[in-house]
């Protein structure tokens, strides 16, 4: 009797701590893809980004109207960088 107790508040300890860090990872695989680098000036941008640009296939996000039209200007001066140009 004493073994079934200990074997099953073990089953539920694991599954409590098992749930808990799977959740925290789904809330950090949606963080990262709730936010971006600018690719211009390196700042972070949350998502919805209220100025975006696509190049190449590829949506940037700009924390602001000047980065974007700087960005605009010369898209691939600023899109060499490989951790820049993750997809949504």
């Avoid at 004493?2 to 950090?28: D, H, M, P, R, V």
């Amino acid at each position: 009797m004493k073994t079934t107790l200990i074997i099953c508040i073990f089953a539920l300890g694991f599954t409590s701590i098992y749930k808990s860090n799977a959740t925290e990872i789904n809330q950090q695989l949606v963080l990262a893809d709730s936010v971006k680098i600018d690719p211009v000036c390196k700042m972070k941008v949350k998502s919805p980004a209220k100025h975006t640009s696509t190049y190449q296939k590829t949506e940037y996000w700009f924390c602001a109207k000047g980065c974007q039209l700087k960005f605009e200007k010369n898209p691939s001066a600023f899109s060499t960088n490989k951790e820049l140009q993750k997809e949504n």
